[in-house]
């Protein structure tokens, strides 16, 4: 029996890169999948339903359980339709896995609207409206006295912690919120049975080999790993979100970065220093003494 056999899953995002690796990966543990996919280009234009059903179908193939969506989870109606087509095709919801994702570089200066829209809604708002659907299901399964044993797994980005990247304002502020929607959700969603974690993974995909420095580098790490253990290879972020995922896991709140061998717990702002008054703030005094 596999670490998620009987659970129901959404992946978002799962037609390519990082998701096609979890959605192989949970249905070959046990869970049933909802494989979503809009099918867009890198910086988000167009449709195509091939690479959701390509990914069901190798599924099915293997034996395991998956129906494939192309709901776009930027928006409020497509989150709901994603969320809803779980419960009606496999019978509930026990997982969600944001991870659809886009992007459209720019540096700050010359960034159009557009690009900046587009990478908020599909990374920011991707996240909030199908945690969204998903959390009012768990609610009323709670209130109704089914309380969930269910798992949210987000996915934000070094470029949003760890590694600001020039070039990529759109995503990192994008990335950086997710991580602190996911410690929200984590403390509002403990009381209806809901742990939310969120990873911030490397591996090479179509996004990171269109990366200006990264895609040669991981390119590079490919030829050299060849026959040995591929790091950077995108089915090796699957195990930890697997586990996350998995009623055994007792983890909530927390954000991991995952990239090559290595997982290590990140943790986010906090105190370093500080300075203190017993009266007014005299502007020379703040200079005199923050550095
Ligand atoms: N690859 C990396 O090294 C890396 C690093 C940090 C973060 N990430 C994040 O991991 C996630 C997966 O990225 P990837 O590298 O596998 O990229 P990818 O392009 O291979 O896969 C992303 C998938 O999301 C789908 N998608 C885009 N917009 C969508 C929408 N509105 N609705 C539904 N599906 C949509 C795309 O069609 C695509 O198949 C992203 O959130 C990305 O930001 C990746």
Redesign the pocket.
Known sequence: MGVLAGRVAVI?????????EHALLFAKEGAAVVV???????A?EGT?SG?AQDVVREIVAAGGKAVAN?????TWD?AQKLVEQAVTEFGGLDVVV??????RDAFIAGMSEAQWDAVI???LK?HAAVLHHAAAYWKQQSKAGNQPDAAVIN?????GTTLPNPGQAN?GAA?AAIAALTLVAADELARYGVRVNAI?????????LATPG?GEM?AAEAESSEGGFDA?A?AN?APLVAYLAAETCPITGKVFAV?GGAISELAGWHDVKTIETEGPWLIDDIAARLP
Not at 36 to 42: E, T, V, Y
Request: without cysteine; hydrophobic residues 35%; positive net charge.
């Open positions: 978002t995002g799962a037609g390519r890169g990082i998701g096609r979503n996919d809009l099918g867009g280009s890198n988000g195509d690479p192309t709901d776009d989870v930027a497509g944001n991870n659809a994702g886009i992007l809604a599909v990374h991707g996915t934000a980005s070094a470029s995503y990335k911030a993974p490397i591996a090479r995909t179509r996004l990171t990264m991981l950077f995108p972020i990239q």
